[in-house]
């Protein structure tokens, strides 16, 4: 099914239930931002603090994902931001294959309607998913991705950085090359 805004979508998407995590969340996560923002970044599911409020990386992640956008100079309401599954699974587990399948037409209907130039993909499922089966996020972080009109970047999930301080760097590294890239798009 085609939709033509992303309240379309959005209105679909708050109905569904092709999978079991619908029945256990609080709420379906759909996603919030410009919805003509350069750049989209997509993380794995929401967790707790998402499933209440209704709204993506808005727990300790979300909060240190906003100190990192803040570091290149971004707010978050000038990128978009959503994730691959909709709905909290249960114990904040990853979402399984099936899951992600039944969410996958969502975030790729997200990616079309918004058309961004970058997608900085936040952890390994969000690599996966958009990229390939295989891919791998240690092996991928930090690289540039073209896929289609768009550029990707694979980078650590922030609750990965709260897990293991030693990730900061490199995502550092990681988001100096986005804030490099959007600058160059804002001068072209």
Known sequence: MEFKTLEELKQHCLQCSACDLRKSATQVVFG????????????????AQEDKLG?????????????ILAA????????????????RPPRNRLPRPAEVAACRKYVEQQIELIKPQIIVLLGALATKTLVHPDARITRMRGNWIKKEEYWMMPTFHPAALLRDASKKRPVWEDFKQIRDRLQAIDCG
């Not at 919030?32 to 350069?38: I, K, R, S, V, Y």
């Not at 709204?55 to 100190?67: E, I, M, S, T, W």
């Not at 290149?72 to 709905?87: D, G, Q, S, T």
């Open 72 to 87: 290149i100079n971004l707010r978050r309401e000038e990128v978009y931001i959503a994730n691959i599954a909709k709905c």
């Open 55 to 67: 709204r993506p990386f808005v727990g300790p992640a979300g909060q240190l994902l906003d100190k």
């Open 32 to 47: 919030e931002g410009n919805p003509n923002a350069t750049m989209m970044l997509i993380g794995e599911a929401p967790g």
